[in-house]
């Protein structure tokens, strides 16, 4: 992945980037061809492993890689405007771009089978989306038969992390000027997301 010298992470930042990924697209390179799901998942810091699951009947857990898996997750990407740089009205030399928050994860993909690992992947996934509700929803709280055959339709996939490679490109190279614009801009748009990211960036870049 190409990633400018300013856009770069640091390990420790990596590494935080990794143990909070949620979702992305699994790719796989196999004597069929690239194959890719998308799915949630949650990382198992004790064996450094992304876990998820997909479908039995989706090919691709099947299918023989050919070389190491890739996981993408882009948690946060948005549209930036030039018309938000307080320099489009001093110079005027500004142009489109998008910002986003990316990461790939290389690895060995090992596929389970094996009812307890599911259930356990399963419920790890949901307690990790369901934590900060008022009442969230456990896998206990569904009928027992009506889980075993829920767990009987998927398949487990586990990325052992060999390799992680993670740039954010979210407007840290512009001026305090230009930054404040790309908030106010994000937020016009109802992109709350990308700009509490960019905002978190910049505190961060201040310590």
């Excluded at 992470?9 to 069929?32: I, R, Y």
């Amino acid at each position: 992945m190409y990633i400018p010298r300013h856009f770069s992470v640091e390990d420790p930042a990596a590494q935080q980037f990794l143990e909070n990924l949620q979702s992305g697209h699994l790719v796989t390179n196999t004597a069929q061809g690239m194959l890719s799901t998308m799915i949630p998942v949650t990382f198992d810091k004790s064996s450094r492993s992304v876990i998820g699951h997909v479908a039995r009947g989706n090919t691709q857990w099947s299918e023989k890689t050919t070389q190491e898996a890739l996981f993408i997750s882009v948690p946060v990407d948005a549209y930036i405007s030039p018309s938000w740089y307080a320099s489009k009205q001093e110079h005027g030399k500004v142009v489109p771009t998008w910002d986003y928050m990316l990461a790939h994860v290389y690895g060995e993909l090992i596929i389970h089978d094996d009812v307890d690992w599911l259930r356990k992947a399963v419920s790890d996934l949901t307690d990790s989306f369901e934590g900060n509700r008022a009442k969230p929803w456990k896998l206990d709280d569904a009928p027992e038969d009506y889980v075993a055959g829920q767990l009987r339709a998927i398949v487990g996939i586990e990325l052992k992390v060999a390799r992680l490679e993670v740039s954010f490109k979210m407007s840290q190279n512009k001026t305090k000027a230009d930054l404040d614009g790309v908030i106010a801009g994000l937020r016009a748009d109802n992109r709350e997301d990308a700009a509490s990211k960019i905002e978190v960036l910049r505190t961060e870049g201040k310590k």
